[in-house]
């Protein structure tokens, strides 16, 4: 294991691509590659793309990157589609809108499956960052699954959160309702050539006026037509001036902090259902309690209590 | 979390008729693979490097432009050339029968043609796909 993290230290991309695998399964070799590469983690950029499906993330993703190659930057994305909740398969068609990024060594893209994870990211996502962070990669993009109202979880995961509209998507009250609007950094009306652009990002503007989280940062509303590259170097120009932003007046250390402390609570929650299976909740013993709240025995809370007890001693 | 079979399916080459390829993506993601589509027009370069990216296990060619004999023994031939050799490689389109042997020594593991059920082709996959 040694070896498969120094050839990814190294940017050798087969190690990396194997490691993401191992990650991902859950494969107990996974512990050992964190433990490895965290101290390599934490000084890339990290930029979250979400937005409803179709409103061309993929596209803008594509145009991004090859923005940020001319700048001299390497770009990692990992691009996340869903996964079937009856069958567990997925299609997974991000690249399909990368192709122009294929053949350049200083990008590497990898597919994720959601794997029953809400929220708009797969379970490993934030994992598979820190590979990337790791191989040394810059700017990491991170494409979410064609996000509604509640796929929030990338504001925890990237610095730079870019939330991708396009004309026709919902008025002005969608504008104004909690969730996914309120983690752009950066919004963005794609598709701009079509008709009512200028409409959205006036409403959008609306919602800005009457206030934002950070009274330091007015999100920008921007306009692009990805598919020709229109407007994308200002929004590159933006996630750079975030960046800027950011690294002033120790914001940054405050999100390093407040992610630190979400991912060790992260940890301790998996570690901790982990112990208690294999302690003390045994399938078996699951399958009876799960029958006994079904029957209306016993309410979900206590037959909880009872499985603690057991290790309470 | 299970391990999931991991299929990029690509097409090869400057034909445009994708509809056999959707087909086939859709009855894998359908019994339970995830399946990476990476679309046209796709150089043996691109769908190599894609395929070694993805880490999958299975990369499925379709191909229907007559080129063939050109683009897909250079996919296997790249693979082995980056130590790839242990993804699985299968191909379907319009393939004449005496191509199939020649394809068959050039490392393609089965090749379907039109109206193969696709029953066939997730069987053979989860009969053939390497162990990890």
């Known amino acids: ?313 | 979390m299970e391990r999931k079979i991991r299929v990029l399916v690509a097409k090869p080459g400057l034909d445009g008729h994708d509809r056999g390829a959707k087909v086939v993506a859709r009855a894998l993601r359908d019994a339970g693979m995830e399946v990476i589509y990476t679309g046209l027009q796709q150089t043996p370069e691109m769908i190599v490097e894609a395929a070694l990216q993805e880490d999958v296990d299975v990369v499925g060619l379709s191909i229907l432009s007559g080129a063939h004999m050109t683009l897909l023994p250079r996919v296997t031939q790249l693979l082995r050339e980056r130590g790839a050799e242990d993804i699985l490689v299968i191909a379907g389109g319009i393939i004449p029968d005496e191509d199939v042997e020649p394809l068959r020594q050039a490392g393609i593991a089965a090749i379907y043609g039109p109206g193969t059920p696709t029953r066939e082709i997730v069987e053979f996959i989860r009969a053939h796909v390497r162990p990890r």
């Not at chain 1, 700017?139 to 990237?158: H, K, N, P, S």
């Open chain 1, 1 to 313: 294991m040694m070896d498969l993290v120094r050839r990814i230290l190294e940017g050798d991309r087969r190690a990396l691509a194997r490691a993401m695998t191992l990650i991902e399964t859950g494969d107990p070799a996974s512990r050992v590659i964190l433990r490895q590469v965290y101290p390599h983690t934490g000084r890339a950029h990290i930029v979250g793309v979400t937005g409803s499906p179709g409103t061309g993330k993929s596209t803008l993703v594509s145009a991004l990157a090859r923005c940020f190659r001319r700048r001299g930057r390497t770009v990692g994305i990992v691009a996340v589609d869903p996964s079937s909740p009856f069958t567990g398969g997925a299609l997974l068609g991000d690249r399909i809108r990368m192709q122009e990024l294929a053949g350049d060594p200083g990008v590497f893209i990898r597919s994720m499956a959601s794997r029953g994870h809400l929220g708009g990211l797969a379970q490993a996502t934030g994992d598979l960052v820190k590979l990337l962070e790791a191989a040394g990669f810059s700017l990491i993009v991170v494409e979410t699954v064609g996000a509604g109202q509640a796929e929030v979880e990338v504001a925890r995961t990237a610095h730079t959160v870019v939330v991708v509209e396009a004309p026709g998507l919902g008025d002005d009250i969608q504008a104004i309702k909690a969730g996914i609007l309120e983690i752009a950094h950066i919004l963005v009306v794609n598709k701009a050539d079509l008709p009512g652009a200028t409409r959205r990002v006036a409403q959008l503007e609306a919602m800005l006026s009457m206030g934002s989280p950070d009274a330091a940062w007015t999100p920008p509303v921007l306009q692009t037509v990805a598919y020709r590259g229109d407007g994308v170097e200002e929004l590159a120009d933006a996630i750079e001036r975030h960046w800027a932003f950011l690294s002033a007046e120790g914001r940054l250390e405050a999100f390093r902090r407040r992610q630190a402390e979400q991912e060790f609570e992260e940890a301790l929650r998996f570690e901790a259902m982990r112990m208690l299976r294999e302690r003390v909740l045994d399938p078996e013993r699951q399958a009876e309690l799960v029958e006994r709240i079904c029957q209306r025995e016993i309410d979900p809370y206590s037959a909880a209590g009872k499985v603690l007890a057991a290790i309470r001693g």
